[in-house]
């Protein structure tokens, strides 16, 4: 189904409208300010600095970014062009100034060839002072002259300020009357809508949303102060809420989100006041003493103020009332919106400031269009059939709830041609319909071999969000963790991030923790503590001797700058610990034997270690001290190395004071090692070649690493080396070394420019990431890399071109050239028969790449904001078979190629049966749009069509479209009829038409 359009805002609610074209993704820093320092700097330009920091947007002024001996014109340059907007602010002497003026002649490129978005502030000028080059801009130029400057430069200025008086601003003087935070508070909320930097996370590939959005938003827009959105347990009312949160809160002045937990204890009351005190004020949090105390700060500081507030997860009005109570604490026009277990729970607003909106399970067909999409995944037809009677029964037991859908289709799709089991799922849940969601759970979970359960339980209490490599270190001491974690995802109830990450949904995070909850009565009865005032409680019984031996993991969570000093005596038997958070605790005493058994040990954020602890780390696999005073050279530290002798994972991220890198021992089996953002470290000892174990090693962001030691080559079994955002200047192997090497990452390493021929040694190599690195070439020796999966080259703003042996990567699956100097592809690149996804945004491509023409396994290409990319396709696509995604946006291409002649058109398109999204936006070339005559049937699965700034006549077709989503029409002036809104099922946004 179709997206519903975004309904009206409330009343009195206005937006600036602005250009929301794509700008590059490859961007260091959200906003760019220009302004003159003696106008602006100590008082306007430093309000709107803080302002925007304070509302997490990254922004670039001159006397805090750039590092000393930089060049300041190019410095500055760089800068502009690694922003998302700029926002000039314009005085009366700002064109007195050389470097403004070179700003903005440099923004107005920008704008020409990135399409980059910029947003004057007419500060104490007349913009059409500046249209017209009079008063004191007048006079800036003649002295501009009077100095001898380039007449050419002194001609662009004048045309960059004559653009910039053409552009929608903000006028402080006539629109603000000279009010300073009015304008500031303007200028956030527009960069936050622009950015979408209060966008929360909502799943893809969902399936019947769009008719509860829309009757969702249909409420928001009446008036209703508070929205409960509630509905059975996995139908989806978290999504719903995200949605239409993501659609108005823009229209807000501020806007927070806040999860409750499930027990609301007064100090975590106090971080959702701190956060939402924090969220509506766009600053930093700032800690409370009680909860009254935030309670009148909610209640006497947003009275006035427009503000959106969207709770997750209410099951009672006592978890809110000290957020929400009283709906007078919020200004005119607020809207509250809550996800609840219970109907009841608004009882407590006026009838008439409140309203609800129930979420119905999927009607038979979206479900079964869910079932089969997990249970089938990509599997032909044919081969589903004999399943179809099964599943629709099935899908009819489950009752249209999504997460029941999901998790019990995933269960079955690796027993496909086992119809017992099948059929047995089915009878099971004929009888079980009263607890569907809880019992959809309960069917996998209880599917699960003993140790895999374990793994499960683990990663509910503790380890959502961990890297699950990290995290097997412990569990390969009593489980298999590769299998048993494979299982987990096969089952959906647990996911496997794109950075190792394992994810759990909530639902199925508080199944697992109800699970070890109905172990016992008391927190040390149970094998897992998670909340810090269970551990609490424990730790108080373990100290009146009471047995805690079920206990196996236990977790301290302070809040930030909080500590706790405890004594341990005595413990001996009475702890089985295997993990261990203390979370900035300070332990000492006597372990005796305490802690044997432990063997993961995440202590970051630590100031003091006791020797005593470390004698009793003998069986320990993990040891976590990011974020600690450790400095490499204290007695303790030594210690760590030499009495952890199973040590497998050690952490040291962030450790700023770690000035020597730690002296390794030869018989360790460390097998990762993560120093990333050890800000001080300047090296990599020699001793990390005694590592013979070493499977990763992380120098992320170590900035004054500027070479890799020679060592390094006795690495035999090394397989991750991350050396991103480090000062390396050389990538060099000695002979015979990294053959085992499968990723290396070398992203934003600025002063990287040269890679030796070794690299074409390391035959194991999958990724090779060289994103932002100063290189020009490429050593023909890459053509050795036979088992290259992934290419990443962008932003490599010197590289011209690639070698002809590119074309012998014959498992490369991604090669990512965005923001590169090269102009052609070398004909080679034919044989890369496994490319998937080729990204040439914005680089200097003159043509469309022919020899890329029968790669059949291509299913993305990207050449949008290639500026040199001029006239009709001459290429023959047939051979694309599996192109589902073709950008072009910001071309000067005129025609695709199936416009040529009636051959061509019809072989063309019956190759690109599976093209989804085509984006033809700002190409302002293009005179005629030859896909949607009538009988273009084979065009049925595109999903997303934009068009804009073209001069396409008719939109005749559009009803065999069958799966589009969304059509685009932005500033297409020559269309003779405009689509009925009526007539089709797919949303068409025709903004700025």
């Not at 000093?565 to 332990?587: M, V």
């Amino acid at each position: 189904m179709q997206p519903s359009p975004q309904s009206p805002p409330p009343a009195a609610v206005t937006t600036t409208s602005w250009n929301l074209s794509s700008t590059s993704s490859r961007t260091n820093y959200d906003v760019f300010l220009s302004f003159r320092g003696p106008d602006t700097r100590k008082q306007f330009t430093d309000c709107l600095y803080h302002a925007l920091r304070g509302a997490r947007i990254d922004v670039f002024i001159d006397d805090k970014d750039l590092c000393p001996g930089e060049e300041i014109d190019n410095a500055l340059n760089e800068s502009i062009k690694q922003s998302k907007m700029s926002i000039p602010i314009i005085s009366k002497d700002y064109a007195s100034s050389r470097s403004c003026l070179m700003e903005l002649a440099q923004m107005v490129e920008c704008k020409k060839e990135d399409n980059q978005l910029i947003v004057p502030i007419f500060y104490d000028v007349v913009p059409a002072d500046l249209k017209h080059l009079r008063g004191c801009v007048e006079e800036s130029f003649r002295k501009h002259e009077e100095r001898g400057i380039d007449h050419k430069d002194i001609a662009k200025w004048r045309q960059a300020l004559q653009e910039i008086a053409k552009m929608k601003g903000y006028d402080l003087l006539n629109k603000y009357n000279g009010y300073h935070g009015e304008l500031i508070n303007k200028v956030v909320s527009d960069v936050e809508q622009f950015l979408k930097t209060n966008d929360l996370v909502i799943t893809d590939g969902l399936v019947g949303i769009e008719p509860h959005v829309r009757k969702a938003m249909e409420i928001c827009n009446k008036d209703v102060h508070v929205l409960k959105i509630c509905g059975m347990p996995g139908v989806g009312k978290t999504t719903l809420a995200k949605f239409v949160y993501n659609k108005i809160h823009h229209l807000f002045e501020g806007c927070s989100f806040l999860e409750i937990p499930k027990d609301v204890e007064s100090n975590e009351l106090m971080r959702l006041q701190e956060k939402l005190i924090s969220d509506l004020r766009k600053q930093e949090r700032r800690t409370l003493s009680t909860p009254d105390q935030g309670t009148k700060v909610i209640a006497h500081s947003f009275n006035k103020m427009r503000v959106l507030i969207f709770i997750d997860d209410v099951r009672h009005f006592d978890q809110i009332k000290h957020l929400v109570g009283n709906l007078s604490w919020f200004g005119l026009g607020s809207r509250i919106l809550m996800t609840v277990g219970r109907t009841d729970i608004l009882d407590d607003y006026p009838s008439e400031v409140a309203d609800k909106y129930k979420v119905e399970p999927m009607n038979d067909h979206q479900a079964l269009l869910l079932f089969q999409k997990h249970a089938f995944v990509e599997d032909p037809l044919e081969e589903r059939s004999e399943y179809d009677s099964l599943s629709r029964d099935i899908v009819k037991i489950i009752k249209g709830l999504p997460l029941a859908i999901v998790i019990t289709a995933s269960y079955l799709r690796s027993r496909k041609g086992r119809m017992a089991i099948w059929l047995d799922t089915f009878r099971w849940l004929q009888g079980n319909q009263a607890e569907t969601v809880r019992q959809a759970f309960k069917v996998s979970y209880d599917s699960l071999e003993k140790g895999t359960r374990q793994i499960f339980l683990d990663i509910a209490c503790f380890f959502s969000g961990m890297d699950e490599r990290i995290a097997s270190c412990m569990w390969s001491a009593w489980y298999y963790p590769s299998r048993e974690i494979e299982s987990l995802c096969d089952l959906c109830l647990v996911e496997i991030g794109e950075n190792h990450e394992l994810w759990m949904h909530s639902q199925l995070r508080e199944f697992g923790r109800e699970i070890v909850m109905a172990e016992g009565d008391w927190p040390w009865k149970r094998s897992r503590i998670w909340n810090h005032t269970d551990a609490l409680s424990a730790l108080s019984a373990l100290k009146r001797k009471e047995s805690a031996k079920n206990v196996e993991a236990l977790a301290l969570t302070f809040d930030e700058g909080q500590s706790e000093r405890f004594r341990c005596e005595g413990f001996g038997h009475h702890w089985s610990l295997r993990f261990l958070r203390l979370d900035q605790a300070t332990i000492g005493g006597n372990f005796q034997d305490a802690l044997s058994n432990l063997r993961w040990l995440d202590w970051q954020g630590c100031s003091e270690i006791s020797e005593l602890l470390i004698l009793h780390l003998k069986n320990l696999a993990i040891l976590d001290l990011s974020r600690s005073s450790v400095t490499g050279e204290s007695q303790v530290w030594g210690q760590i190395l030499e009495k952890a002798n199973k040590l497998k994972v050690l952490k040291l991220s962030r450790c700023c004071h770690l000035c020597n890198p730690p002296d390794f021992r030869a018989s360790m089996y460390l097998e990762r090692l993560v120093l990333e953002g050890c800000s001080l470290l300047p090296r990599i000892g020699r001793s990390v070649g005694s590592l013979k174990h070493l499977v990763s090693l992380n120098l992320k962001f170590c900035k004054f690493v500027k070479d890799l030691p020679e060592e390094l080559c006795y690495l035999k079994t090394l397989k991750e080396l991350l050396i991103d955002g480090t000062s390396i200047c050389m990538i060099h192997f000695l002979p015979d070394s990294m053959e085992q090497l499968e990723i290396l990452s070398a992203c934003q390493c600025e002063s990287l420019a040269r890679i030796s021929d070794s690299i074409g040694q390391l035959k194991s190599l999958t990724y090779l990431g060289l994103d932002g690195a100063a290189i020009d070439r490429l050593p023909n020796s890459i053509k050795s890399l036979k088992k290259l999966q992934r290419l990443l080259l962008g932003n490599c703003h010197k590289l011209h071109e690639l070698p002809y042996s590119i074309g012998n990567l014959e498992s490369l699956e991604i090669m990512d050239l965005s923001s590169t100097m090269i102009a052609r592809l070398p004909w080679s690149v034919k044989n890369l028969k496994k490319l998937r996804v080729l990204k040439m945004e914005n680089s200097h491509l003159r043509k469309f790449p022919k020899e890329i023409k029968n790669l059949d396994k291509l299913e993305e290409i990207d050449l949008s904001q290639c500026k040199n990319l001029k006239g009709s396709i001459r290429c023959d696509m047939k051979g694309l078979s599996s192109l589902k995604i073709l950008r072009l946006s910001s071309t000067k291409t005129s025609g695709l190629p199936w416009s040529d002649d009636k051959y061509c058109h019809r072989q063309t398109l019956s190759s690109l049966s599976l093209l989804q999204r085509l984006d033809l936006s700002e190409c302002d070339q293009v005179r005629a749009l030859p896909i949607l005559p009538s009988d273009l049937s084979n065009l049925k699965l595109l999903e997303l069509l934009k068009i804009s700034d073209c001069t396409v006549k008719t939109l005749d077709g559009l009803e065999n479209m069958l799966r589009l989503r969304k059509l685009t029409l932005f500033r297409c002036p020559s269309l003779s009829k405009l689509p009925d809104r009526e007539k089709y099922k797919f949303e068409i946004d025709m903004r700025n038409y």
